[in-house]
């Protein structure tokens, strides 16, 4: 496995084979450049393994494909019912209603007292 001395300091960085030929960079890097004395923020760390090959792309479960169903099922229905409304039932005219006289209720006095007009 792979391992990796990163001195903080000097922001070196420095990669080995092993675990022992990195602590013996450490070593090395400490006696030539910090005159014996450890510095701060260093560290010696694994490296991750190389990167695992991509695995097959996964299959999407059922509820995509659920869901379109259902939304075209919806769209039928719908379609289905503004084709044939259902029929409403017959009723029979009411009576005839008054024809309005829109100034014989703003001046009750006048809309009683006008005659009709006179015909050609």
């Given amino acids: 496995m792979p391992y990796e001395y990163?001195?903080?300091v000097c922001r070196t960085v420095s990669e080995h084979a092993s675990e022992a030929?990195?602590?013996a960079e450490r070593g090395a890097h400490i006696a030539a450049v910090h005159?014996?004395?450890r510095?701060?923020?260093?560290?010696l760390q694994a490296l991750p393994s190389a990167p695992s090959p991509p695995s097959a792309p996964r299959r999407p479960g059922p509820g995509p494909a659920l869901a379109l169903v259902a939304v075209i099922l919806a769209a039928l229905i719908a379609w289905a019912l503004h084709l044939d409304p259902p029929a409403a039932p017959h009723t029979p005219p009411g009576p005839a209603l008054p024809t309005p006289q829109p100034w014989a209720s703003l001046f009750p006095s006048?809309?009683?007292t006008t005659?009709?007009?006179p015909g050609p």
């Fill in 110 to 112: 006048i809309g009683a």
């Fill in 115 to 117: 005659p009709p007009h």
């Fill in 39 to 43: 510095p701060d923020r260093e560290r």
């Fill in 6 to 8: 990163w001195c903080g």
């Fill in 21 to 23: 030929e990195a602590a």
């Fill in 35 to 37: 005159h014996g004395r």
